[in-house]
Nanobody
Framework: QVQLVESGGGLVQPGGSLRLSCAAS????????MGWYRQAPGKERELVAQ???????NYADSVKGRFTISRLNARNTVYLQMNSLRPEDTAVYYC??????WGKGTLVTVSS
């Protein structure tokens, strides 16, 4: 059974940084596309960033130049480095694998 566990969320001031981690178990995910999504209160879940097994990345326009997705296949882990955070980045961030499995999410709050 594939499971995803996110960590690294928290409260940060505008302009600050956080690094989210997503650890996968039950699979060796080196060939799978992994993604980070987020859902803000009252809004639909949206794609933030994706990374393929070959390392190709894709970002939402709203985070380009500020967020970086990466993966370490040896640890079955995908990361999301978030810099220059803004209040509008506040959301629950979810990890996803292209098998239709989601993590439970980690809350990121950007506020002074």
């Amino acid at each position: 059974q594939v499971q995803l566990v996110e960590s690294g969320g928290g409260l940060v001031q505008p302009g600050g940084s956080l690094r989210l981690s997503c650890a996968a178990s039950g699979i060796r995910f080196s060939i799978n596309t992994m993604g980070w999504y987020r859902q803000a209160p009252g809004k639909e879940r949206e794609l933030v960033a994706q990374i393929t097994g070959g390392g190709t990345t894709n970002y939402a326009d709203s985070v380009k130049g500020r967020f970086t997705i990466s993966r370490l296949n040896a640890r079955n882990t995908v990361y999301l480095q978030m810099n220059s955070l803004r209040p509008e980045d506040t959301a629950v961030y979810y990890c996803n694998i292209d098998l239709g499995v989601w993590g439970k999410g980690t809350l990121v709050t950007v506020s002074s």
